[in-house]
Structures are given as structure tokens and as C-alpha cells.
């Protein structure tokens, strides 16, 4: 029942850029400004709060309607320099889960005071001399050197290196096959790829509800950022756009039927067990008004579900008296590595299902739980 939805040539060109801004959470300035840029003529007001999330709101024609949030996290995980070697080598620690494996031998960019970035290299013993026993040790973040081509230290600090500056995999966008695209930052660039568009769309068709559509800061970094933003906004309705891990590739078939090109995803549970025992179970009303939304516009989506890791809605569901909050997203494979994909007809068929559903958000809204999930 799947209808071929296409994102805008236009939309394609602004997640490739997205994906090769840098925006180490805590650092995420360069995005902040491109996401306004392109909010200003799409919304009524356009705010950045003092935390640097962004705020674009277009004002719903009736006031009792429910308030809307409809947000997407615009930091990415990486690194922060801790220490500069005598001779001229960058150490660093993670920020976010950055997976050790796929480190040695990356690209990545050291960001300066003036904003721009430096190139750098994550070092890796020379292979032929590295011993057998050596070839399949994963190592520790803690013995990794970047390598910026300095002499020495003083060459390093020139070059604009500096203790606690970001640290982020290189830049890289591309189309894969027709449908897909692969390279850095995936999560969330295309979630603030779909709230931009979803924005487009709501401005041409002036919505009943208020819709705050929103920019998160510091995800990465233990989900910092939107829960200060929902407190001050408020809302009645939080819908967080997030990737959802596909399950079809020839690794992870055994976890989950979710796959790429086959529609948008809604999260009927997250849970992240680790450092967080956070996690959302969404309200019943939201999900049965997604799924509705999903069968009137003939929009196939996948019921997902996902243990070991959670989103931004979960600590905004605890805002104020509690806010009605659901987790939507697409499939994305490879996550938190620099090769991340995602298929643009998901994103294409998201963008159309929150268009058609928050479009449809009036003071009628039911907000109740019903007598089971959907
Ligand atoms: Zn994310």
C-alpha cells in the first residue's frame, strides 16, 4: 500500500550538506545556523534559546488546539582533545558511544576557535610490522593518536589545536544506489532533514495546533537538551524524530523485521539498560493517531522497537504534568559509525505522514489511553 514518496531535489541537497557539517554535541553552532537559515521564511518567529536549541513556531487558527513539538537532536557524537604530545600527536576522549573497531586508520577534523576545522588522522601501527597477535585487538580510545602533521606540540598549538576542543569523523556524504544515502551523521541530520521539511509543509497548510519545531543540542551527550526546551515550550504533544536501527543486514536479521525502504518507523519501546535506565513506552492516543494518519494516506510504516538505546523523548515525556510523546523515525544501518545510510523514501514517506497527521490536530484531539495499545 506503500505510495513512492520522493524527498525535494532541493531537500536531497540540504541533507548533504547537513551530514558534512560538523556539530560535536555542546558544539553544534554550525547547524544551529543552518537550520535557522532555513526556518526564518517557514515559520511566524525563529528563536535560539540560551542552551542553543532552535526554535522555529508557526502559530496554529485555533487556540484551544493541543501544542505540538516536533523535534530532532542536531549534534553528533565524536571526541574531545585532552592532550597534545610533546611530539605534535592529539590524544582524546569519546563523547557519545563511539564505536572503538571502526577508529584506527579514520579521517577525522579537529574544530578551531575561528570555526573553521583542521584535518587530522587516527594513527594505526604499520601493518607490516604489526604482529599476528596484534591484527584482530581492538584498541581502547585511550592508546589512539591523532595525527595533525605537526612536528611538536608548539607546531600542533599554531596549527589551532587545543586541549577540550571538538573532535568529529570527516565530513562525507553520498548517494548509494538510487534510494540511499551513506556518510556521517545520518543521526540525526536526516531527522532534522525531515523536521525542516515537515516544517515546509505545515507553513503551506497553516495547521489548527501550534507547532514548535525544534532543534535539540547535547543528544549525544546523555540527552541534555531537550528537556530544558519542552519546560520552557510546554507542550501537549512531543513527537521526537529519530533513526530506529534496520534490522536487514545479513548481522542483524535475527533482531527485528525492520528494513530499509520499507516506510517510516513507529517505537512502541525504547530502553536504554546502561548509564540511563531511561527509556519511553508512547501514549496510546499518539500512536493510534499516527497509525490513522498512516491508513488514510496509504503510508506503510514499521512497528519497531528497540533495547540498548533511547531518545530525547524519553526525559521529555516528564515534563509538566506529564507530556504525551512518541518516538518516529526511519531505518538506518551502521549507526554511529562514519558509513551510516538511510533510505530517502522513508525520510520522503515521514515528512508526508507528519504533514498529513499534525495537519489534522485540532481541539478535538483525544488524548485518551483507550482500553490497550494500538
Ligand atoms: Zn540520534
Redesign the pocket.
Known sequence: MSTARALRPDALEDLLQLMRLPGLAGHEQGVAAFMQERMRPLADEVREDRLGNVIATVRGSDPDAPVVMLFA?MDSLGFIVRKIDDDGFVRIHRLGGIPEKVLPGLRVEIGRADGSTLPAVIGMKAHHVTPPEEKTRVNPIAELFLDVGASDKAEAEAMGVRVGAPVTYAGYAERLGEHRVSGTAI??RS?CLVILETLRELHAQRPKATVHVVGTVQ??FNLRGAQPVAQALQPDIAICI??AVSGDTPDLRPLSDISMGAGPTVNFYTFHSRGTLNGLLPHPALVRGVLGAAERTGIAVQRATMFGGL?DASYVQLVGEGTASIDLGFPARFTHTPIESCDLRDMAGLVALLAAWIGDIDANFDFSRGVAMP
Do not use: A, K, L
Open positions: 537532536h543521526d540525526n531527522g543528544e549525544e529519530d533513526i531518545t
